[in-house]
């Protein structure tokens, strides 16, 4: 993400559990699902996200060993060491139908609330502020999801397509909410994946885009609060499918 330094696109690991090194990792992972540091990039100096979480380096260096452990980063020593990252391991669809079983009706509910709040109002602001460089950028991102082949390839097209969003609106605290919400729902979204749903998701995004470009704001913001609303009904309907065959297995 061109538009944001390396510590800004850090900016959603604000971390509970007094700093905890598992906290810190699974931040950190979570970033780097969502594409914004890559494949190969090399995460910020120790120092730099000691600073940043306000732990002390003891504790940054743990958090970066579990991620070695998960084969997340490599940390290479010497003049020109530091820590790169690897490609993160998919995780299963089995997985992730196991956390959406657990999520409530009132929580899907109040998360889908929360990412129209925000969503559509960055979709609205990008309408009146976005830049040509800022079309470009959401642009490839449609491109982006209509070439991937995999739920991680989906995921992360789908996700950063969303923050360039906010990014185009030009809001700070949208983009940092935008992240956050990415952060926590992004994959679930991709769970037993067709291309229809793919197709469907490709041609939405297109239109927020045209009406991003065309500077309507009213549209940019009706088509995202639909989209955001859509994907969030199909969550609830796959809960409520999963958990009519939980019990009809016991």
């Not at 391991?89 to 509910?109: G, I, N, P």
């Not at 045209?210 to 199909?234: D, M, S, Y």
């Amino acid at each position: 993400m061109n538009q944001l330094s390396k510590m800004s696109r850090l900016s959603l690991l604000h971390v509970s559990q007094e700093g905890k090194p598992e906290e810190i990792a699974r931040r950190l992972t979570e970033v780097i699902k969502l594409g914004l540091i890559g494949e190969g990039e090399q995460l910020p100096s120790e120092y730099e996200l000691a600073t940043h979480f306000g732990v002390a380096t003891i504790t940054l260096r743990d958090a970066l060993a579990i991620l070695r452990d998960h084969g997340v980063v490599d940390t290479k020593r010497g003049r020109n060491g530091g820590s790169f990252v690897r490609s993160p391991r998919e995780v299963s669809d089995e997985v992730l139908k196991a956390r959406l079983s657990t999520m409530s009706s009132l929580e899907l509910r109040d998360l889908c609330d929360e990412h129209v709040a925000i969503s559509a109002t960055a979709a609205g602001l990008a309408a009146r502020r976005a830049s040509n460089s800022h079309h470009q950028r959401l642009a490839h991102f449609v491109t982006a999801l209509q070439n991937a082949t995999t739920r991680s390839e989906l995921r992360r097209a789908d996700a950063r397509f969303h923050i360039e969003i906010a990014v185009a609106a030009q809001s700070v605290r949208l983009t940092h909410g935008e992240m956050r919400l990415q952060s926590e729902m992004g994959e679930l979204h991709w769970i037993s994946m067709s291309e229809v749903h793919k197709n469907t998701a490709i041609a939405e995004h297109r239109a927020i885009l045209q009406a991003v470009v065309a500077g309507e704001f009213n549209l940019a913001t009706a088509l995202t609060e639909a989209h955001v609303k859509q994907a969030i009904k199909r969550l609830m309907d796959m809960r409520l499918a999963l958990l009519r065959l939980q019990e009809g297995a016991l």
